[in-house]
T-cell receptor, first 110, second 112 residues
């Protein structure tokens, strides 16, 4: 079993919809959680970074961490075609290394 | 600031050939990383350098070597390429610890 599980998709939604992307993890010691966005043929770029449980909002993006359920989410409001990308979740382990989900491919249809 | 740069962007090798992937960062970061990305596998750490002068193995180090040339540069060498090393390779850098990792544009390597 992988330490971080993420549905690879693809997830296809119409423009303007609310998108929910999720990851589950097995190590209860994880405390730092990240979402990276990766456009086709590009490197990943950090989108959201949260510590411990709770919500963090940045514009149309909201990151949510539920440590009791070992579950993190990324919500995208008013989705745009430019949001079409692969979204990777990542967590920092006790050696300060990133543990990655496989990534979810998101397609926003105009 | 260019951030993290990688060369080459694309490379095709024959089995058994060797090559070095170059990475440089201009953010004065202490830590640098090499990952490979394969479909459905996410990113897997090959080697990392927590600071200038140190290197350590990651999750998938077999078949690779690294050199931290100075604070800016971190190279990845394939001594005898194998088809299983066909992948996209990313270099990243960070301030270390829990700091954000910043990624380069990647090198697409095909081994025939």
């Amino acid at each position: 079993q992988k330490e971080v599980e993420q549905d690879p998709g693809p997830l296809s939604v119409p423009e303007g919809a609310i998108v929910s992307l999720n990851c589950t993890y097995s190590n209860s010691a994880f405390q730092y959680f990240m979402w990276y966005r990766q456009y086709s043929r590009k490197g990943p770029e950090l989108l959201m970074y949260t510590y411990s449980s709770g919500n963090k909002e940045d514009g149309r993006f909201t990151a949510q961490v539920d440590k009791s359920s070992k579950y993190i989410s990324l919500f995208i409001r008013d989705s745009q075609p430019s949001d079409s990308a692969t979204y990777l979740c990542a967590m920092i382990d006790s050696n300060y290394q990133l543990i990655w989900g496989a990534g979810t491919k998101l397609i926003i249809k105009p | 600031n260019a951030g993290v740069t990688q060369t080459p962007k694309f490379q095709v090798l024959k089995t058994g050939q060797s090559m070095t992937l170059q990475c440089a960062q201009d953010m004065n970061h202490n830590s640098m990383y090499w990952y490979r990305q394969d479909p459905g596998m996410g990113l897997r750490l090959i080697y990392y350098s927590a600071s200038e002068g140190t290197t350590d193995k990651g999750e998938v180090p077999n078949g690779y070597n690294v050199s931290r040339l100075n604070k800016r540069e971190f190279s990845l060498r394939l001594e005898s390429a194998a088809p299983s090393q066909t992948s996209v390779y990313f270099c990243a850098s960070s301030g270390g610890g829990t700091d954000t990792q910043y990624f380069g544009p990647g090198t697409r390597l095909t081994v025939l």
